[in-house]
């Protein structure tokens, strides 16, 4: 993995089906073998119909395109997110990896997550908190340029609004 650490466990659910209900856990060769049969069960376990899905959702995603675009994509929000912190002074941090990002607020707007997200829903653009004190994004990995731009000027404003009060 890109962080030089290998998991013991790990579980997969939402994006796993691309919307559609499944998860699944993977784990190594020494752990699966405590797991006798009947020691570990899953609500969606088994469902010939989640797993079809789940194949064609991991094989779509699972394209150098589609990666490599997810890559670009983090760049352009990066690049954004740091232009409108550059301006208005609000975020810490901007952290995440791919297109699951988070601004963590700086101490002058500790605790103020819910702010901007309210603020963002009247420039009607939805985006998610991560606790009191981050803002998060997680937008379709296909995203347009255009529509990052756009959605990037919609958050911008809902800064303003924040921090101008």
Same mark, same amino acid.
């Given at each position: 993995m890109d962080l030089g650490v290998t998991p013991?466990?790990?579980?997969?659910?939402?994006? =796993?089906?691309?919307?559609?209900?499944?998860? #699944?856990?993977? *784990?190594?060769?020494?752990? @699966?073998?405590?797991?006798? !049969?009947?020691?570990?069960?899953?609500?969606?376990?088994?469902?010939? =119909?989640?797993?079809?899905?789940?194949?064609? #959702?991991?094989? *779509?995603?699972?394209?150098? @395109?589609?990666?490599?675009? !997810?890559?670009?994509?983090?760049?352009?929000?990066r690049e954004g997110l740091e232009a409108i912190n550059a301006k208005y002074h609000c975020f810490e941090q901007i952290r995440g990896k791919g297109l699951l990002l988070?601004?963590?607020?700086?101490?002058?707007?500790n605790g103020r997550a819910r702010d901007f997200l309210l603020a963002s829903m009247e420039e009607q653009l939805m985006v998610l908190v991560a606790g009191a004190n981050v803002v998060r994004f997680a937008p379709s990995l296909v995203i347009t340029k255009e529509e990052v731009a756009e959605g990037l000027a919609r958050f911008e404003r809902a800064v303003a609004r924040v921090v101008n009060g």
């Open positions: 013991d466990i790990l579980t997969s659910a939402k994006a =796993l089906g691309g919307g559609f209900p499944i998860g #699944a856990m993977l *784990t190594t060769d020494k752990i @699966a073998a405590s797991l006798k !049969v009947g020691t570990h069960g899953s609500t969606y376990g088994g469902n010939p =119909l989640a797993c079809a899905v789940a194949e064609a #959702a991991f094989d *779509t995603v699972n394209t150098d @395109a589609v990666l490599n675009g !997810v890559k670009e994509r983090e760049a352009w929000y988070g601004c963590v607020l700086n101490e002058k707007f």
